[in-house]
Nanobody, 124 residues
Framework: QVQLVESGGGLVQAGGSLRLSCAASERTLSSYTMGWFRQAPGKEREFVAAINRRGDNTFYADSVKGRFTISRDNAKNTVYLQMNSLKPEDTAVYYC?????????????????WGQGTQVTVSS
């Protein structure tokens, strides 16, 4: 079982930046495709970004493309989400998740393990 712990959330003004981290207990994190999701109050959980096992292929939701960057350091068992040009509508709890699937997937049901989430609040 993979345990995931997110960190790096907080309160930031619109236009600002944050970097989220997702640390994994599993030493073979490189075996997993990783994703970031978010859930705002009263809304369904939505896909944000995904990265393949080697870190050389990524995919983004249209709403964050050009502003967010997903990356990973398999040696550190950590996945990152760099968030720039933040908007109030980016306010949500952000979750990282892992899947044994080799392709980049956007459906939350296709991910096997989840972190507890970290709150990101963007003020206007």
């Amino acid at each position: 079982q993979v345990q995931l712990v997110e960190s790096g959330g907080g309160l930031v003004q619109a236009g600002g930046s944050l970097r989220l981290s997702c640390a994994a207990s599993e030493r073979t994190l490189s075996s997993y495709t990783m994703g970031w999701f978010r859930q705002a109050p009263g809304k369904e959980r939505e896909f944000v970004a995904a990265i393949n096992r080697r870190g050389d292929n990524t995919f983004y939701a249209d709403s964050v493309k050009g502003r967010f960057t997903i990356s990973r350091d398999n040696a550190k068992n950590t996945v990152y989400l760099q968030m720039n040009s933040l908007k109030p509508e980016d306010t949500a709890v952000y979750y990282c998740a892992s899947t044994g699937r080799q392709t980049l997937v956007v459906g939350s049901v296709q991910y096997d393990y989840w972190g507890q989430g970290t709150q990101v609040t963007v003020s206007s």
